[in-house]
């Protein structure tokens, strides 16, 4: 390769590194000039998915799914709702979907000059580099026979920011059924037990990449009953990976993940993540006919990030002012 004749600039500073005449902040300087010229890069970043499939109740055999046909009364109630927000754009995006028996897909909260490139129902974390805040949901299925679609549910929830420059934001994505979702058992099922099983994926990670700034992730997944004759909760299990310790009122027979996680940094750059996958198994204790009961699913996303980016100008001018300070104490040396 040829060699390319090096700007007389160039030489003359590395002739002063190698005597050692080149002042601390003039090395600062240099150092500011070349970063302020860099390019863009993510500055902060969250993002928190969880999936669950194959979700179904069963009676106390553990193969027989319940059935429409096992109530004496049933109302199944749907929801779920998304949003999305950046400080640097007034108000905020989202959707929601009020209880219905069917599957529940609201429009996707978007918010940044990226949302165009991201479409609807993408559960995938995004490449990095841009500037967004997105939450998006979707469940489909249902957990006994008889009812609207598959006799399983897949539920997916996302929330994914990713700052540029300095900004902020929030986002999250929520499904579940809510105590609309009703039941009584009928005579002949009196004393049965329900059995919840299902698999799951959850990948979560927090990036900081400057020193000023914060980032959090959250995700939460929680199956309860409660007695409404009652007036209290009679079972929940919020899957933990440990098992007994994410019971009451009932028995965790496979609990192989933690879907119930919280974690971020501030002020502290780096990355923290934590992935795990698993299959899972909750039974309630014996359930009685002639009692109203309601079930509640709760399944979300939650993400906020914050950061302060420098300006590539004011590193610039930071850096042309130590050169004046370097090269003053450099002339009165010489002097």
Same mark, same amino acid.
Request: charged letters at 15%.
């Given at each position: 390769?040829?060699?390319?004749?090096?700007p007389?600039w160039?030489m003359?500073?590395?002739? *002063?590194?190698?005597?050692?005449?080149?002042g601390? %902040?003039m090395?600062?300087?240099?150092?500011?000039?070349?970063?302020?010229?860099?390019?863009?890069h993510a500055s902060? *970043?969250t993002?928190?998915?969880?999936?669950?499939?194959?979700f179904?109740?069963?009676?106390?055999?553990?193969?027989?799914?319940?059935?429409?046909?096992?109530?004496?009364?049933l109302?199944?109630g749907?929801?779920?709702?998304?949003?999305?927000?950046?400080?640097?754009?007034?108000? +905020?995006?989202?959707?929601s979907i009020?209880?219905?028996?069917?599957?529940?897909?609201?429009?996707q909260a978007?918010?940044g !000059?990226d949302c #165009?490139?991201?479409?609807?129902?993408t559960f995938?974390?995004?490449p990095s580099? /841009?500037?967004?805040s997105?939450?998006?949901?979707?469940?489909?299925g249902?957990?006994?026979t008889? &009812?609207e679609?598959?006799?399983?549910?897949t539920?997916?929830t996302v929330?994914e920011?990713?700052?540029?420059?300095?900004?902020?934001?929030?986002?999250?994505a929520n499904?579940?059924?809510?105590t609309?979702f009703?039941? *009584?058992?009928?005579?002949e099922n009196?004393?049965e037990?329900?059995?919840? /099983?299902? +698999? !799951?994926?959850?990948l *979560?990670?927090?990036m &900081?990449?400057?020193?000023?700034?914060?980032?959090?992730?959250?995700?939460?997944?929680?199956?309860?009953?409660?007695?409404?004759d009652a007036?209290?909760?009679?079972?929940?299990?919020?899957?933990? #990976?440990?098992?007994?310790r994410?019971?009451?009122g009932?028995?965790?027979?496979?609990?192989?993940c933690?879907?119930?996680?919280?974690?971020?940094?501030?002020n502290?750059?780096?990355?923290?993540?934590?992935?795990?996958?698993?299959?899972?198994?909750?039974?309630t204790?014996?359930?009685? +006919?002639g009692?109203?009961?309601?079930?509640?699913?709760?399944h979300n996303?939650?993400?906020?990030? %914050?950061? /302060?980016?420098?300006?590539?100008?004011?590193?610039? &001018?930071?850096g042309?002012?130590?050169l004046?300070?370097?090269?003053a104490?450099?002339?009165?040396r010489?002097?």
């Amino acid at each position: 390769m040829e060699d390319v004749a090096q700007p007389r600039w160039v030489m003359e500073i590395t002739d *002063m590194l190698a005597s050692k005449r080149l002042g601390i %902040s003039m090395v600062t300087a240099l150092a500011l000039g070349v970063g302020g010229i860099g390019a863009a890069h993510a500055s902060a *970043m969250t993002y928190s998915q969880l999936s669950i499939f194959g979700f179904q109740v069963f009676k106390s055999d553990g193969t027989t799914q319940w059935d429409v046909s096992d109530f004496d009364n049933l109302a199944v109630g749907n929801s779920g709702s998304t949003s999305a927000s950046l400080n640097s754009i007034p108000g +905020s995006d989202g959707d929601s979907i009020s209880p219905t028996s069917g599957p529940v897909d609201p429009a996707q909260a978007c918010q940044g !000059a990226d949302c #165009g490139g991201i479409p609807q129902n993408t559960f995938e974390q995004q490449p990095s580099g /841009q500037h967004f805040s997105r939450g998006d949901a979707r469940l489909e299925g249902a957990l006994i026979t008889g &009812l609207e679609g598959p006799s399983e549910v897949t539920a997916d929830t996302v929330s994914e920011i990713q700052l540029s420059r300095s900004d902020g934001g929030t986002a999250s994505a929520n499904l579940g059924t809510n105590t609309e979702f009703r039941f *009584m058992l009928n005579e002949e099922n009196s004393g049965e037990a329900l059995d919840f /099983q299902f +698999s !799951a994926v959850k990948l *979560m990670e927090a990036m &900081l990449g400057e020193p000023e700034g914060s980032v959090f992730v959250d995700q939460t997944f929680r199956i309860s009953i409660r007695d409404e004759d009652a007036g209290q909760t009679i079972f929940a299990f919020s899957p933990d #990976g440990s098992g007994a310790r994410g019971i009451t009122g009932g028995q965790a027979l496979t609990d192989e993940c933690n879907l119930n996680d919280e974690f971020g940094r501030t002020n502290n750059p780096g990355t923290s993540d934590a992935t795990c996958s698993g299959n899972f198994r909750a039974v309630t204790n014996e359930l009685m +006919s002639g009692t109203n009961y309601s079930l509640n699913i709760s399944h979300n996303a939650f993400t906020s990030a %914050s950061v /302060q980016v420098p300006e590539p100008g004011t590193l610039a &001018l930071f850096g042309l002012g130590l050169l004046g300070v370097g090269a003053a104490g450099l002339r009165r040396r010489r002097s």
